[in-house]
């Protein structure tokens, strides 16, 4: 619970107790003291919706390059969908840096990992180089996913068509380290969180 949460949750506390005893019928605050207090002896007074408004993070999302925003595609769904932005053709062997037409500004603390979707596994014979990827909070650049080619009973090089990716398939989810981080889509990020020292540079630019 932040600070400021705790001030109004005592405000709200010293008011029940000053008033239990007194007659509510026509009381202006008798509203707040059911919404936010569930039980009637003060000792045992739980927090409801007041204690339950913590902010969360926002993470803003720029789409690229005529790209889609990632999706959740069910309530349940812990990761969002990651479209690929552009045909990717891929031999046996190949690595490939697979765009996926956004980028992320997320706030210090917070921050995103890439994963392979579980039927990249079943139908093409691709996998991620790297295993997953790590999405820092001061990235600004296209997210893009690392996937190799790979298969044994093929040559090097030989084309996998079952393998390659076409533009806008589903090739990613996107994982947040927070459990809950309120999404807005920007056309541009707003100016708190436009520019950091590492900006655009991904993939090695800190250096080896």
Not at 71 to 85: L, S
Not at 139 to 150: C, Q
Not at 165 to 176: G, Y
Request: net charge negative; charged share 25%; proline share 5%.
């Amino acid at each position: 619970m932040n600070e400021e949460n705790k001030e109004a949750l005592a405000a709200v506390r010293m008011i029940k107790e000053h008033c239990q005893n007194m007659d509510c019928d026509d009381c202006a605050i008798e509203l707040i003291c059911d919404r936010y207090f569930t039980n009637e002896t003060p000792g045992d007074w739980s927090i409801g919706a007041l204690g339950a408004t913590e902010r969360k993070p926002i993470v803003y999302i720029k789409p690229m390059h005529g790209g889609q925003i990632p999706e959740k595609k069910t309530e349940g769904a812990a990761a969002w969908d990651c479209y690929a932005r552009e045909s990717v053709d891929f031999y046996n062997g190949e690595t490939h840096l697979v765009p996926l037409g956004f980028s992320l500004a997320m706030p210090e603390g917070v921050c995103a990992f890439l994963l392979p979707r579980s039927s990249m596994g079943i139908k093409t014979d691709l996998i991620m180089a790297n295993s997953m990827g790590l999405i820092d909070s001061d990235y600004r650049g296209e997210v893009k996913a690392i996937y190799k080619a790979f298969n044994i009973e093929w040559d090097v090089p030989s084309y996998l068509p079952e393998s390659s990716i076409r533009k806008n398939d589903r090739v990613a989810q996107l994982f947040f380290n927070v459990p809950n981080v309120e999404i807005k889509v920007v056309d541009v990020f707003p100016d708190e969180v436009k520019d950091t020292e590492r900006g655009e540079g991904g993939f090695g630019s800190t250096g080896e």
